[in-house]
């Protein structure tokens, strides 16, 4: 039996097996091994990264231990890291979305985006980049695109940069540490 546990927006615990933390380090680690080094083209396969990460960005524990807390805090950095890939890619591709996550309205991850509360101060600034860009996403008009298509009133690409440094290239520096 697990002692994770994920919040719902309503506050209730839901219960998180090993089978599910397990599904999410697979795609946390594949996703920061793929896009290290990358800011805005991330790269993220249609058939791939399919969990709903936006429900474990509140991931918690009943039983701290050295392994709780590190999943803790890979739960956390990894769902925001792929929350920031998901923009970026909804920001790539804003009309057709082909991605199972996308078939999620874009205020589902925007209201557990506004629900989570950072473990630290250091994410704040991770939090507030998900939280403009999903808004901005979600009043996306014509107006915001030129006349081939491509969007030209937003750039994200700061905060891109702050995730591409301060979660993706800092995992690895972590890891090498610990």
């Keep these: 039996m697990s002692s994770y546990y994920r919040v719902e927006l309503s506050g209730e615990r839901v219960a998180v097996s090993y089978a599910e933390l397990a599904a999410l380090r697979k795609d946390i680690l594949r996703y920061f091994d793929d896009n290290l080094g990358e800011t805005v083209s991330i790269y993220m396969p249609a058939d791939e990264f399919t969990l709903p990460y936006w429900k474990y960005l509140s991931l918690g524990f009943t039983r701290p231990s050295a392994e709780s807390v590190h999943y ?50 250091r994410l704040v600034p991770a939090r507030d980049h998900v939280l403009r860009t999903l808004t901005f996403v979600q009043n996306l008009s014509e107006r915001d695109f ?3 298509g491509l969007l030209t009133t937003a750039d994200h690409l700061p905060g891109a940069k702050w995730f591409a440094e301060e979660i993706v290239r800092a995992y690895f520096s972590w890891r090498l540490t610990v």
């Excluded at 998901?86 to 589902?108: C, F, G, N």
């Design 146 to 148: 030129d006349q081939y």
């Design 72 to 121: 803790q805090r890979l739960v956390e950095e990894g769902c925001l890291a792929l929350l920031n890939g998901i923009t970026l890619e909804l920001l790539d591709e804003p009309i057709v979305i082909t991605r199972h996550w996308a078939a999620e309205p874009v205020e589902t991850l925007l209201r557990y985006a506004e629900y989570y509360q950072p473990s630290s101060a």
